[in-house]
């Protein structure tokens, strides 16, 4: 853990300044991990807000200071999952308002104004988003939290609490979901 | 592509996630957002308080004027001993005595 079970404490007794500390001690592990859920750096430092604020007022209900951590993951993989589906939505009224041409448009002269390393990442994160796109949100932050957060199983079942097997068939399908569509896009000459 | 191509895959995905670092304004920005939603829980707890309040004293009200308009309804519920005896009307005298009315004789001795 980041920080000492005392401090969870005085800030679960409403110490503003101990969750202050709490929050300065993950906000870069809480970016980062929702950085890598949600694939779009300009919104994450909103989302990962929304994790804080949430936990401020949920601190009362943790069991014990020695589960923080799980607790902060699952406030984080829900506030992910709620982004996600606001996303969704708003790009699909969004889209409905463009034309297919001033979409391309849009995305060439914003590419244009990054270098080509900066593309090369960004061309990676469409085609992950892309993908994802043939899985549920849930088991796209599943997928994201086992193979790109490096998380082990045991770490899974206490944020989600199901069982390792379940979990395991979950991810094999998950998996197997995001293969097929890759292979799909690679057939048809999109990728 | 295979299982590798895709744990390869989810590396360099990894990769193009830029590490995002908080802005100047995290902390302040973060502490403006618990605020306004530990205000907006406050103005609804008030109200909430209110509506509890105004809910009880107009049950009251209705209670009252209840009993006001209906006198009856103060009377004491009566018993099951009380319901037996209101329930025992003339009907079921007559169909008492009917049955023994219709009662046979007793045969003649030889």
């Not at chain 1, 920080?3 to 409403?14: M, Y």
């Not at chain 1, 391309?104 to 994802?132: P, Y």
Request: charged share 30%; with cysteine; proline share 4%.
């Amino acid at each position: 853990m980041l920080v000492e079970p005392e401090l969870i404490e005085r800030a679960r007794a409403a110490d503003g300044q101990a969750f202050n500390q709490i929050v300065l001690a993950y906000r870069k592990r809480i970016l980062g991990t929702i950085s890598r859920l949600i694939g779009r750096p300009e919104d994450v430092e909103d989302v990962a807000q929304e994790v804080f604020v949430r936990l401020y007022y949920s601190l009362d209900q943790l069991r014990a200071a020695e589960v923080f951590e799980p607790w902060l993951y699952r406030l984080t993989v829900n506030a992910a999952y709620d982004y996600l589906r606001r996303r969704k939505r708003r790009a699909e009224s969004r889209m409905s308002d463009l034309s297919e041409q001033q979409v391309l448009m849009a995305d060439s002269a914003a590419g244009l104004k990054q270098d080509e390393s900066e593309r090369e990442k960004g061309r990676v994160r469409d085609l992950m988003n892309s993908l994802f796109q043939n899985v549920s949100d849930e088991d796209r932050l599943l997928l994201t939290l086992k193979e790109v957060e490096g998380l082990s199983l045991k770490e899974l079942e206490q944020i989600y609490h199901v069982k390792e097997n379940a979990l395991k068939v979950r991810l094999f399908r998950a998996r197997q979901r995001v293969l097929k569509a890759y292979n799909m896009a690679s057939e048809s000459g999109r990728i | 592509m295979s299982e590798r191509g895709l744990d390869d895959l989810f590396e360099r995905y990894r990769a193009a996630c830029p590490e995002v670092e908080p802005g100047p304004n995290f902390m302040p920005s973060l502490w403006q957002k618990i605020e306004a939603r530990q205000s907006f829980w406050s103005v609804f707890g008030r109200f909430g308080k209110r509506l509890t309040t105004a809910s009880a004293a107009l049950c009251l009200l209705l209670l009252a004027l209840n009993l006001f308009f209906s006198p009856g309804a103060l009377n004491v519920i009566p018993t099951y001993a009380d319901a037996l005896m209101a329930d025992h009307s003339a009907e079921s005298t007559d169909y008492g005595e009917a049955i023994r009315s219709n009662t046979p004789e007793a045969p003649p001795e030889r």
